[in-house]
């Protein structure tokens, strides 16, 4: 239990649908971000969020949508996906006022789109 | 900008077998270290971390030196076994307004009993 928790753990979509993953934290952190993790590429930071003002966006395509409601909670709404866009997402959170700030995974949503 | 470069995998060893996986690093400033592990079919778990130069990170039985003079934080473990098969990243982070990892990409260990 890492205290990040991520739903689904796994979804497959056609590309017209329209779904959401959903991340969880009960550490009490202030920041939330979202990865990317594809086989064989490097993790790709996609979103960040900062005490639930977004503070990152890397060029990520607009058929991703992020939400932050409130510190606990992270979204990401997923619309018209491409196939290329089957990976695992990696939801994170850490505390921006500890000194190192170090992040802390949940176990990841592994998308898969037809 | 920040980059990591990590060893390219993927390493296979015998159980017992000693392991480096080596990191470097390109930073302003003076980061934060870390090394993550993940396991098959899981998220990415903290091994170990390191704040300062000389510092030493240490975490089952596995070490990291954080050397400031070679940029360089290596993970090293003297006796691998086969429950330690995983990929390893190599991260850093530098301070600022919204403290970001910026990751290796990663080493494949595979551990043979």
């Known amino acids: 239990e890492t205290g990040v928790t991520q739903t689904p753990r796994h979804l497959v979509m056609g590309m017209t649908n329209k779904k959401s993953l959903k991340c969880e934290q009960h550490l009490g952190h202030n920041a939330m971000y979202w990865y990317k993790q594809s086989a064989k590429k490097p993790l790709e930071l996609m979103f960040v969020?900062?005490?639930?003002?977004?503070?990152e966006n890397n060029s990520v395509p607009s058929r991703f949508s992020p939400e932050c409601p409130n510190s606990s909670h992270l979204f990401l709404h997923l619309h018209t996906l491409q196939p290329e866009d089957s990976a695992l997402y990696l939801c994170?959170?850490?505390?921006?006022?500890?000194?190192?700030?170090?992040?802390?995974f949940g176990e990841g949503s592994r998308l898969t789109v037809l | 900008g920040n980059s990591v470069t990590q060893m390219e995998g993927p390493v296979t060893l015998s159980e017992e077998a000693f392991l480096t996986i080596n990191c470097t690093y390109t930073a302003t400033g003076y980061p934060s270290l870390f090394w993550y592990v993940q396991y098959p079919g899981e998220g990415l778990q903290l091994l170990l971390k390191?704040?300062?130069?000389?510092d030493k990170g240490s975490n089952k039985g596995f070490e990291a030196t954080y050397r400031k003079e070679t940029t360089s934080f290596h993970l090293e473990k003297g006796s691998v076994q086969v429950s330690d098969s995983a990929v390893y990243f190599c991260a850093l982070i530098n301070s600022g307004s919204a403290r970001q990892l910026t990751f290796g990409s990663g080493t494949q260990l595979t551990v043979l009993p």
């Open positions: 994170a959170s850490s505390s921006q006022d500890r000194e190192t700030g170090e992040l802390f």
């Open positions: 969020y900062s005490l639930e003002e977004r503070v």
């Open positions: 390191a704040t300062k130069a000389d």
